[in-house]
């Protein structure tokens, strides 16, 4: 074989071992045990638990990457989970993970809640989460301005739907997460 063919060979091999390699590193990394091999996840695992996005309409249990790395396209999900991946070793690393300002947190992370990941099981946007009803007039409107129907909503659904898995303490304040913050108060200190 010529030397400029075996050149293309081993380059062309090399290739695939590193796409395959980083195909098996995002899988792995992608797993909520991967995820809360972390202590300073540990509250957003009891958090989950105890919220309304435990399970799916069919009772499996929700895992993180569902609803944080992002399904759009692969460009933005190698995007987010490289981001993400960088800012919470960082985070681990210097502060150690426990004292978290998760007031700063929110909006990154609600800008890494993309909306396909959310409209893969809430697909009819008519019907209420427990699909057992309509939405509430409020949110018909909300809905068909971010479908474009009615006017255009700039938010995404985190945007509207806060704390749907997650409460930080200092939004335990606010009347419409009384019935979670009670669920919550069973598991913090």
């Not at 957003?44 to 993180?64: M, V």
């Not at 210097?94 to 992370?109: E, K, V």
Request: with cysteine; glycine share 8%.
């Amino acid at each position: 074989m010529p030397l400029r063919q075996k050149r293309y060979w081993i380059i062309g091999l090399t290739v695939v071992v590193v796409i395959l390699a980083a195909s098996v590193a995002v899988v792995q990394t992608s797993t909520t045990t991967f995820c809360m091999s972390c202590h300073e996840m540990q509250v957003y695992q009891k958090e989950l638990e105890a919220s309304p996005h435990a399970g799916d309409a069919d009772g499996n249990p929700i895992g993180c990457s569902q609803c944080h790395i992002p399904g759009g396209n692969i460009v933005r999900m190698v995007a987010g989970k490289a981001y993400l991946g960088v800012r919470d070793v960082w985070v681990h690393l210097t502060d150690g993970g426990y004292d978290l300002d998760r007031a700063a947190m929110q909006p990154i992370a609600r800008r890494f809640t993309d909306d396909a990941n959310c409209r893969a099981c809430h697909q009819d946007l008519n019907r209420n989460a427990k699909n057992n009803g309509p939405v509430s007039e409020e949110g018909r409107l909300a809905h068909e301005a971010y479908l474009g129907k009615n006017g255009q909503s700039r938010n995404g659904c985190a945007g509207c739907h806060r704390n749907m898995a997650h409460l930080p303490e200092f939004d335990k304040r606010i009347p419409r997460n009384a019935k979670f913050c009670s669920k919550l108060k069973e598991i913090r200190p």
